[in-house]
């Protein structure tokens, strides 16, 4: 993850990092919570972070869009039922690079790519060598996601699109 890597790079100058050797042989290089010198990973540490990238994320103090997903008339949340029904891991890799995209926006390929009309879609590869796709837009400061499948074929199937783009109108004129 590119994103998490530069954060890292940046946060280095923070606190000298421990090194710990594993019984492999290997260097493991950790940073101490008792030396964070900075108070917004002292923060992090505190609310019980249980992820680094997310620790070293809120260190830098990056911005993060927040995530809103399409909702009927009648309340239910489709992208988020379909999300609930993939397998652990899938659904794991679609929120990190879901995640990639609210903290790193702007983003382009092979994470992001342009749609037209102000839709965009996040390109996720799953276990399985199978590809998935959340269609979104961006609306006042958030991530609008009104779309998500598993892809079938190498072009993004004409229905799933019409249907994003259905929804994203449907949402604009509210």
Same mark, same amino acid.
């Given at each position: ?5 530069? %954060? ?33 990973q002292r923060a992090a540490n505190a ?5 680094? %990238?997310?620790?070293?994320?809120? %260190? ?13 008339? =009648? ?20 929120? =990190?690079?879901?995640?990639? =995209? ?42 609008? =996601? ?29």
């Amino acid at each position: 993850m590119r994103f998490a890597y530069c %954060a890292l790079r940046l946060n280095t100058a923070h606190a000298p990092p421990a090194v710990d050797k594993s019984s492999r042989g290997g260097t493991k290089i950790t940073r101490r919570i008792s030396q964070l010198s900075n108070p917004r990973q002292r923060a992090a540490n505190a609310a019980g972070w249980q992820n680094e %990238a997310d620790k070293l994320i809120l %260190a830098i103090g990056a911005s993060m869009l927040p995530v809103v997903f399409y909702r009927t008339g =009648v309340g239910n949340e489709p992208i988020r039922e379909w999300l609930r029904s993939l397998s652990d891991k899938d659904s794991k890799t679609i929120g =990190v690079d879901l995640k990639t =995209v609210q903290f790193g926006w702007p983003l382009g390929m092979p994470l992001c790519r342009p749609l037209g009309n102000g839709l965009w879609e996040v390109r996720s590869r799953l276990s399985g060598n199978r590809i998935a796709r959340l269609m979104f837009f961006l609306k006042d400061g958030s991530i609008c =996601v009104v779309n998500g499948f598993i892809k079938k074929t190498q072009k993004t199937p004409p229905e799933e699109l019409e249907q994003a783009r259905k929804r994203m109108k449907e949402w604009c004129d509210d």
